[in-house]
């Protein structure tokens, strides 16, 4: 079983920043790939940002530029930097997991809230 929690969400002002945090409960080494999607109200769930195990990153061009991926293998924690944040970055943002040992599965997050409003 695998634990992934989010933190870092809240109410920032368009052109503010914040750090999304997910700690995961399993060794970053044993997990092939993480990731970041978000899902605004009435909206499809939309991928953000991906990141290897490799260190490959891919992000939605809606973000590229503004959000930065990243990882510490030391605290088992991916993050999220968001830069220039605009209102449409509002929405719930949710940390995934593949792990090599088990394909085809995807873990999942609980959620933390970003709204980017003035």
């Known amino acids: 079983q695998v634990q992934l929690v989010e933190s870092g969400g809240g109410l920032v002002h368009p052109g503010g920043s914040l750090r999304l945090s997910c700690a995961a409960s399993?060794?970053?080494?044993?997990?092939?790939?993480m990731g970041w999607y978000r899902q605004a109200p009435g909206k499809q769930r939309e991928l953000v940002a991906t990141?290897?195990?490799?260190?490959?990153?891919n992000y939605a061009d809606s973000v590229k530029g503004r959000f930065t991926i990243s990882r510490d293998n030391v605290k088992n924690t991916l993050y999220l930097q968001m830069n220039s944040l605009k209102p449409e970055d509002t929405a719930v943002y949710y940390c995934?997991?593949?792990?090599?040992?088990?394909?085809?599965?995807?873990?999942w997050g609980q959620g933390t809230q970003v709204t980017v409003s003035s």
């Open positions: 995934v997991a593949d792990l090599h040992l088990v394909p085809g599965r995807r873990y």
């Open positions: 399993v060794s970053i080494f044993s997990i092939a790939a």
């Open positions: 990141l290897t195990s490799g260190g490959n990153t």
